[in-house]
């Protein structure tokens, strides 16, 4: 078991050093720089570009250097100081931006989880058992009605229906009211108020998915012997059930938690954008867009390498429970 | 103008003499808020926080009263110029609400000298800074000597400082007095000190940032240096502590003093929502005495999306705004909710020369391509195959007028001829026009073939920003260009893609609008000749060539000429003669015919909560050199 | 097992002993209605798509001025007892203030509907001159907005005929590109195993833990503007499907390693088959069933993927449409709150393909495995 866990922290070590690699690469990839989008957003505004001043902040942002230097500048900081270098953008070290949005982003997509969680487990069950039935298709109907759906567009349509006909303040975790205001019993009342929004839009997409594969893993433990033995043996249906091939069942659906959480992750960006929640995923977007590259940067290698040590957590998991796999 | 601005300032200052005799006559009054804080010893009495005479605002309607807080959205970045444009325009001079004459605004007054070279302003005496630090003419020397003249922090001198090609030279007079001088005749200062850019003198405090400069605090600067990884050198270290109040890093640092109304408490781009907090030495009375201004606090809640703030202003969640709320398409949304908003609209007269320009680009590289955009015949025959009534019907809802970039017909530099020249479809006329250009053989779909012999097919660049719709007018004027034969391919994209386009003069065509549509159009006559050299635009390197005859490329002698021209505006000393240059030198734009106008749009609109007085009564005039409503704002106030 | 029994009819016994693998599948595949009907809807859709010219009324971007943000029409089919199709014409007006056009249905005006009508010539696949198209109105100009206008007038059920050739092919291919990677690598990975293994599957571990969206992003802002637009459709295709090969190499090597342990793989190696002979005749065609499945299943997450990138504003370029061109443009309150068929027209036509391509992988995967 531990030669198992180290041969794998050991794998972890080239990943996020690509990771990191192909994060720097993708906020290069645009032409232009954070600058080009200074000099854009001054004349869109009939700003007179101020040269001097552009200069002196092309100097400051080391934008002129080439992108290795800038690679290594960045990647040093990060490993010898745990710096991970200036928002241009914003003014800001990047390390004071995230930390609290990683929270509320994985705040998020666990709250996400846990609701796909209590709602696809029941639902997969259901569906496996009684296969091809008129609810089988109406619950996997519904669930795939919420992964058809764009989210964006799920997000945008709710928004409006809380608004218009519930009169409640939309965008952002809570209230404007409580926005500058210190955490108390009133402002997290109202957070559990606005919370069920984006866990709604994000979770549909990921609702599908788990009760398809739910139903799939009950589906190859229900016919085999053991489980023909304990019914022939007179166990009753609902013991039978969530004694043993539930409990089998679950194993595989414990590993998803390892891709699920990237693909929230990904489905949190788009969705808190129109939500404009304070979550990495607009900040990255802005920071994509506007090439502050850092700032973009870390958050990519940030949420990447989370995601690995996940899967990591989600695979030791699995091997604790499961000695097969540990050995393979 | 200058002589009705002379006159217009003793007036300013013959009408504000009893006000101010009033005011003295009374003791002034204060915010609520501050009542606690005098008394407690923490604040200084608010006679004291005053100069000697403040700048009197004169409302609208009445004589407001304290309290409340102003709501409105900002977008999570970029959006500096939703606080540049609603609290932070206090320059030397400003404009009269009604955007038609300059006055002193920091300053108490201001001469000026025969032949427009010599600029005298007296500032107020006993004016504070946000932090309650004095404000004089050594703050304005401050930056005339040590930002404005040290070539590291400016190393070449923004335009509206220079005449002549030589930069300003500022004099201290006494601690009151400054003395701006030019070399050659300036007549426009005054209104380009009055504009937004105008901003430089007046934000520099100097006993706050003496201590980032390298002249005056050498060892403590390798001190911060040391501890601030982020800054290599005194220069970047002064660079993220202030810059131009454009750029974001003036909304990021809350210890920065300010002469402004309400003050930043927190930094924009790391807080959910930014609030600015009344300055509690801010230097402006009503005619009651009342120390300005009335709403107690600003806040703008951060979106991610315009939608959202759409969503907010029906909730009932923005008091007063214009940006990112006035577009075209919100109307109709904006319409029916106004009960359970509770706000009503306001009009803005943002007047642009012109909504949707198409602008080819005179300097492409391309020589084809270059020959024929350079040719008028083409340009004439374009601007007669495009149907203006249908992208009005369609885009702007029937509302606007077909013409070309001009000012408005209400502005005495009217002129017919450009605004009305080649502005009616003529299909037949267009492809005799587009035939004479060179593009008289087509293909066997029908489409033109350059000299060249290959299709002329030309990429237009179009931005899907601050919803302009301009993607949606550059298809229909794809589809009329398509009747004479022209092939328009439709590249839709964002700023700043094409802002590094044309940093590589590679875009072939784009679509955007122009302003000078009013007096603006002295100042900023970007779309009648070759003068905008950094934004994208239609001859950069001709533009260049006139801010620097050492670089760009030098134009044929017609566009020297307008040049020309344009320098006999600038200089001009009288309004008589300046105004008369502006009318020789539209004139003379108008036979050029660089760039194609589409349409003069209608109004545009505001929101405002039906319980906020003072409103400016009528429609509130907007430019991208006239940064509005800010001067207006600190006599708004609730009436609940 | 019993499970093949169970879905079939007793009285087919004898039938099954002798049926082949496909008639096998083919047989348990009908048994799944909802596959069933889904397999008809996306033929439908697909025939549509193909065919987009001839079915849409109008050009993809025929704008019409006077009718921005008109409402859906009804179609009469009936006049005076006979057919004789018919739409109702809109009373107009603008409203300055409110800045629309507000319509009214007018019962009075009959606007007579054709089939088959002669329209504005067209290149049916950019090959085929023709001119007919399955309905129109007689004269240009007339109004005929089935599924209601967008805000340039332009006949929102076109829009969405037209953008079902360009969604479905991006599913299509992009799926064609990650099957072919997905096929490779995960078959590479699953018939040499060991450090092979181990590399590809790191890579697929790797290429996973990276947000799509941001590559996505980088990826389509370095894409050149000049390039026209559908060059750019490829490029944005391959794009999408740069990621989702993943879970198909997964797939593919999963099943590698465990039919490679199958009985009857053995018993066939004890026949004395060759291995060329054992792959072909008995794993492909297990093998394959289960492909198919998971291509089905990623067509969706392809189809998806491009709205979300039409979302970012990164998507397509005009005048190719896409549905998620389509529910970009749809992307703002005054749709959602005065236009709503402009969310419904191409939200359903997503939802409804999305739907159905996963009954059908579904289905096409129940049937596929032996023991389900």
Redesign the interface.
Not at chain 1, 29 to 32: D, Q, R, S
Not at chain 1, 89 to 93: A, D, F, L, Q, S
Not at chain 1, 288 to 291: A, E
């Given at each position: 078991m531990r030669d198992y866990v180290l041969r794998r922290l050991l794998?972890m070590v080239?990943?996020i050093f690509?990771?990191s690699v192909?994060?720097f690469?993708?906020?290069r990839?645009?032409?232009?720089d954070y600058l080009?989008?200074?000099?854009?957003?001054?004349?869109?505004?009939?700003?007179?570009?101020?040269?001097?001043?552009i200069?002196?902040?092309r100097?400051?942002y080391g934008l002129g250097d080439a992108a290795y230097i800038q690679y290594w500048r960045w990647i040093s900081?990060i490993v010898l100081?745990g710096?991970f270098?200036?928002?241009f953008?914003?003014?800001?070290?990047v390390t004071?931006?995230i930390w609290g949005r990683l929270g509320a982003t994985f705040g998020i997509s666990l709250t996400t989880l846990l609701f796909i969680w209590v709602l696809a487990f029941p639902i997969g069950i259901y569906s496996a058992v009684r296969k091809?039935s008129i609810g089988d298709?109406v619950v996997?109907?519904f669930g795939?009605?919420g992964?058809?759906?764009?989210n964006?567009?799920l997000a945008?349509?709710l928004?409006?229906v809380s608004?218009?006909y519930f009169?409640q303040?939309?965008?952002?975790l809570v209230s404007?009211e409580y926005?500058?205001q210190p955490w108390t019993l009133d402002k997290f009342a109202d957070l559990a108020a606005h919370v069920w929004l984006p866990v709604v839009v994000i979770g549909a997409s990921g609702m599908?998915g788990l009760i398809?594969i739910m139903r799939?893993n009950l589906?190859?433990e229900l016919?085999k012997p053991y489980v023909v033995t304990a019914r022939a043996k007179g166990m009753s249906e609902f013991r039978l059930l969530l004694k043993y091939p539930v409990r089998v069942a679950l194993n595989p659906f414990l590993s998803t938690v390892g891709?699920i959480l990237?693909t929230l992750?990904?489905g949190e960006?788009?969705v808190?954008?129109?939500?404009?929640l304070?979550t990495t995923g607009?900040?990255?977007?802005?920071a994509?867009?506007?090439?502050d590259m850092y700032l973009?940067g870390s958050i990519?290698m940030l949420?990447?390498?989370l995601?690995?040590v996940g899967?990591l957590v989600s695979d030791i998991l699995l091997a604790w429970v499961d000695p097969q796999i540990r050995y393979q | 103008m200058l002589l009705k601005m002379s006159r217009r300032a003793i007036l300013a200052a013959t009408v504000a003499l009893p006000f101010a005799t009033a005011a003295l006559a009374q003791p002034y009054q204060q915010a609520p808020m501050f009542e606690e804080l005098v008394k407690s010893g923490k604040l200084p009495p608010v006679a004291e926080r005053l100069p000697a005479k403040p700048y009197v605002e004169k409302p609208f309607d009445r004589v407001g009263k304290y309290g409340g807080t102003w709501r409105m959205a900002v977008l999570g970045g970029g959006d500096n110029y939703n606080f540049v444009r609603t609290i932070a325009n206090e320059n030397l001079m400003r404009w009269t609400p009604d955007w038609t004459a300059t006055e002193p605004n920091v300053a108490e007054s201001v001469t000026v000298n025969a032949d427009a070279t010599a600029f005298t302003f007296k500032l107020r005496p006993g004016m504070r800074w946000s932090d309650g630090a004095p404000f004089n003419a050594d703050d304005i020397m401050f930056w005339y000597e040590d930002v404005f003249s040290n070539p590291q922090l400016t190393p070449s001198k923004p335009s509206i400082f220079t005449a002549g090609g030589q930069p300003v030279k500022v004099e201290k007079i006494d601690d009151t007095t400054v003395v701006f001088r030019f070399v050659r005749p300036y007549g426009l200062f005054l209104q380009q000190l009055a504009n937004g850019f105008g901003q430089l003198p007046t934000i520099y405090p100097k006993h706050y940032l003496k201590q980032f400069h390298v002249k005056y605090n050498k060892d403590g600067i390798d001190k911060m240096l040391a501890a601030d990884a982020s800054a290599k050198d005194w220069v970047q270290l002064f660079n993220s502590k202030i810059t131009p109040n454009y750029l974001t890093v003036f909304w990021q640092n809350t210890d920065l003093p300010t002469l402004f109304p309400w003050v930043m408490t927190n930094k924009y781009g790391s807080v959910e929502r930014v609030v600015a907090q009344r300055n509690p030495y801010y230097w402006k009375v009503d005619p009651a005495g009342n120390q300005l201004p009335y709403i107690d606090r600003v806040t703008w809640d951060q979106v991610n999306d315009v939608q959202l703030a759409l969503l907010k202003a029906i909730n009932g969640e923005i008091d007063y705004q214009l940006r990112h709320i006035g577009q075209v398409a919100f109307k109709s949304t904006l319409f029916d909710n106004q009960k359970r908003g509770n706000y009503r609209f306001f009009d803005v007269a943002d007047h642009p020369a012109n909504d949707a320009v198409l602008l080819f680009n005179l300097n492409i590289a391309d020589p084809v391509k270059q020959a024929i955009f350079r040719n008028k015949d083409f340009r004439i025959g374009v601007s007669l195959a495009i149907d203006r009534q249908e992208i009005i019907d369609s885009v702007y809802v029937g509302q606007g007028d077909p013409v070309q970039v001009s000012v408005r017909p209400d502005n005495p530099l009217y002129n017919e001829r450009l605004a009305k020249q080649y502005s009616q479809r003529d299909l037949k006329k267009a492809g005799e026009y587009l035939d004479k250009a060179g593009l008289d053989k087509t293909d066997s779909e029908g489409f033109r073939l350059g000299p060249d012999g290959k299709r002329f097919s030309i990429i237009f660049m179009v931005a899907d920003v601050y919803g302009l719709q301009y993607p949606d007018v550059m298809q229909l004027v794809q589809r009329q260009a398509k009747q004479v034969g022209l092939d328009i391919q439709i590249r839709t994209t964002d700023w700043s893609r094409l802002t590094s386009m044309q940093a590589a003069n590679e875009q072939e065509a784009y679509l955007w609008n122009c302003v000078g549509g009013e007096s603006d159009v002295y100042t900023d006559p970007r779309c009648y000749f070759p003068f905008q050299t950094e934004a994208i635009f239609f001859a950069r390197k001709w533009a260049q060539w006139y801010a620097d005859h050492s670089t760009g490329e030098e134009p044929p002698a017609e566009v020297k000429n307008l040049m020309g021209l344009y320098d006999k505006v600038n200089e001009a000393v009288t309004d008589e003669a300046r105004t008369k240059a502006m009318k020789t030198f539209l004139d003379a734009s108008a036979d050029q015919f660089f760039v194609i106008g589409i349409v003069q749009g209608p109004d545009k609109f505001g929101i405002v909560k039906n319980d906020i007085k003072n409103i400016y009564p009528k429609p509130l005039p907007q430019s991208g050199s006239m940064w509005g409503p800010a001067p207006m704002m600190v006599q708004m106030f609730f009436d609940k | 097992m019993s499970a093949v029994a169970e879905t079939l009819d007793a009285g087919d016994e004898p039938r099954i002993v002798v049926a082949g693998q496909w008639k096998l599948f083919w047989w348990k595949f009908r048994k799944h209605r909802l596959a069933m009907a889904s397999l008809v809807v996306l033929g439908m859709m697909y025939f549509v798509g193909a065919f987009a010219e001839f079915f849409a009324p109008f050009p993809v971007d025929l704008p019409n001025t006077r009718y921005t943000y008109a409402p859906p029409q009804m179609l009469h089919l009936f006049q005076d007892g006979r057919l004789a199709p018919y739409v109702n014409g809109y009373k107009v007006q603008i409203d300055r203030v409110a800045m629309r056009r507000t319509f009214v249905t007018d019962e009075a005006v009959r606007i007579p509907v054709h089939f088959f009508v002669q329209g504005d010539p067209y290149l049916l696949w950019g090959l085929f001159p023709m001119r007919t198209r399955l309905m129109g109105v007689e004269q240009p100009g007339q109004p005929l907005f089935l599924m209601g206008a967008d805000r340039l007038g332009r006949d929102m059920l076109s829009r969405v005929i037209h953008s079902t050739r360009i969604s479905l092919s991006i599913g299509l291919v992009g799926v064609v590109i990650s099957l072919s990677l997905g096929v490779l690598l995960g078959g590479v990975s699953g018939y040499f195993g060991g450090a092979v293994d181990t590399l590809i599957q790191r890579l697929i571990e790797f290429v996973r833990s990276v947000p799509t969206i941001p590559l996505w992003m980088g990826m389509a802002a370095a894409v050149p503007t000049q390039w026209p637009p559908l060059r750019t459709y490829f490029i944005i295709t391959l794009i999408i499907s740069l990621i989702g090969w993943t879970s198909l190499a997964r797939e593919v090597r999963g099943k590698f390693l465990v039919l490679r342990n199958e009985d009857f793989v053995t018993a066939a190696q004890l026949d004395g088959l060759s291995d060329l002979a054992i792959i072909y005749k008995h794993m492909v065609p297990s093998f394959l069933s289960h492909i198919i499945a998971a291509c089905t299943l990623a067509i969706p997450g392809m189809i998806l993927a491009e709205t979300a990138l039409s979302f970012l504003g990164i998507g397509l370029q005009p005048p190719i449409v896409s549905w998620g061109v389509l529910l970009q443009e749809a992307q703002n309150i005054r749709a959602v709150a005065s236009a709503p068929w402009l969310l419904f027209a191409p939200g359903i036509a997503v939802v409804s393909a999305v739907l159905a391509l996963n009954f059908l992988g579904d289905g096409l995967r129940d049937a596929a495995d032996p023991y389900a």
């Open positions: 794998y080239p990943t690509l990771i192909i994060a690469i993708i906020i990839l645009p032409p232009g080009t989008t200074v000099i854009a957003e001054m004349s869109a505004n009939g700003a007179p570009a101020d040269s001097g001043t200069a002196s902040l100097a400051r900081g100081r710096d270098g200036l928002s953008e914003r003014n800001v070290p004071s931006l091809y298709y996997t109907f795939f009605l992964l058809a759906t764009p964006f567009l945008l349509v928004m409006y608004v218009r009169g303040s939309v965008g952002g404007p926005l500058d599908a398809r799939a589906l190859d016919y891709w990237p992750v990904s960006i788009i808190s954008v129109v939500l404009s304070p607009p900040l990255l977007l802005r994509l867009l506007v090439q973009a990519i949420v990447s390498m995601t690995v899967t | - | -």
